[in-house]
């Protein structure tokens, strides 16, 4: 990647901060380059004044004296030069200071944006571009790549910096012999150029290290969550031996690039001593530079070498780094591809009211991984304020149905109609808020259940948080030594499974949605919990449109209408009662 390339593209990532602080962190860095290339200019005339040991005007003159005279301003002594040197080192010092206190900030910044941004993207996608990627990918890209761009940044910044510093260096070195500093600017040239196989080497091993850290998240990841199979199943040794080679391909990755790092400071230092030696002789043998100006310059190429170092290195980083931007800018895209329609303005109440009826007509929904689709031409009616039963085999498409019903899935073919409007695609995101859904694996967060029951209602006071546990059989709360100021654990692994289940309900119900979903929610009670959420799912008839998925009899038959679903379609529907009576009938 060319450096104009490089500077392109951190110009990109510091348009996401104000500009007011871009412009300032480059103004610091032009000023602390010329106060830097000043202070190396002063040190031509004081020279001169310690070579002729004369009076204070004595010997050749300089540029600077000859402006101090236009200005009607005296010689200065050897004291004045030293105190105006120091003077301009303090404030190098200054400048510096606040130049790098501002990159760090902007650096935060990025990183802060870039991270919300992927975060905000993945929200708004569609379900099933989402449910088809891998987690850990995400989250290795939110927490790892993310951060490797803000590290690459602030070596950019850095990269910017040492241009602005190397120009006026060199700006200097024309001021005081164009003929040496010409040489040592092709010079630099030339080695930057034999370098560039390991700057593309840089670049490669970025992107072997984001595929490293996704590997490494994913291991970590999944190990964690398998701690309690992995002492089931006596397979300890077989997660650490995974987790040992996860973390071995990512540690020789990083070795690798430190070595490449190494490498390639080391040839650089290399060719700067040969190149200062090359200079400071043909200076004296074959130019016969003064000697005051000649010190000046090998100081100054002494400078620039180190200089050029710290170019190739921030520019190795850079690229390094460059991956890590490029795997981030590819999430974006392709969320911004796959995401949902933007919400048209909001026309009905909160929840959305089903007064008639949900119905589907003509669903038909494919897997790109299966070859039957998973609903195929599904026509159903679901009555306003009733309660429905969906069964069939594992695959008959009963979850996929509860995604279509919850807007979650937007079916190859067919509409979706709520009281005989059409459902249409920048709706879906107001009608998911008025649908309230209990899964079969109940996911909590690591909270209090005040705090998880006030996901599903934010502004809910503690009343209506106690009717809805009541609602969902989740008294067992009540009971808690800190009552709903319980930690839950991660995922809920200090409740049981029912106790989870019922919390999950708890905080459907307190949404008080038009639509509730219930997917094998019961399927982990007791009989005495399962008979009190039957009970108060019996007694929400009426009141809200309910849809049970499962199996479990007593739940089902109580049920106004049943739908049997097989291999995508409606095998049989009815009433429980007439469904039984039905010769052939399967339920």
Known sequence: MKTQSAVQELLGLLSTVPRARVAGLFVLMVLGSLSEGFGVLLLVPLLNRLQHHGPENDGPPDALSAALAQLGAGPLSIGGFLLLFVVLVVIRCTIQYGREQLAIRLQHEVVDHLRQSCFRALLRVEWCWIASKKQADHASLLLNDVNRVGIGLNHGLGLLATLATMTVYLGTAFLLSWTMAGLALLSAALVMGLLRGQRRHALKLGQGLSAANRAMQGNVQESLS??????????????????????????????????????????????????????????????????????????????????????????????????????????LAHCLAAAEPEAEPKVHASPWPVHQAICLRGISVHYAERRMPALDNLTVRLAARSTTAIIGASGAGKSTLADVLMGLLIPDHGVIEIDGVVLGAAQRRYWRQSVAYVPQEVFLFNDSIRGNLLWGQPPAQDTDLERALRQAAADFVFHLPQGMDTLVGDGGVRLSGGERQRLALARALLRKPSLLILDEATSALDLESEARVREAIEKLQGELTVVIIGHRLPTLEHAEHVIVLDQGRVLNEGSWASLKATTGATI
């Open 226 to 331: 398998a701690i309690k199979l992995a002492k089931i199943l006596g397979s300890e040794n077989l997660h650490l031996n995974a987790f040992q080679g996860a973390t071995s391909r990512l540690r020789a990755q990083q070795l690798e690039f430190s070595a490449s790092t190494s490498l390639s400071r080391a040839l650089f230092q290399a060719a700067g001593v040969t190149l200062l030696a090359t200079y400071l002789y043909v200076g004296l043998s074959l130019w016969q530079a003064p000697l005051a100006e000649l010190l000046t310059l090998v100081l100054i190429f002494a400078r620039l070498i180190p200089l050029f170092v710290v170019l190739q290195q921030q520019q190795h980083q850079w690229l390094h780094m460059r991956a890590a931007l490029l795997e981030t800018r590819s999430l």
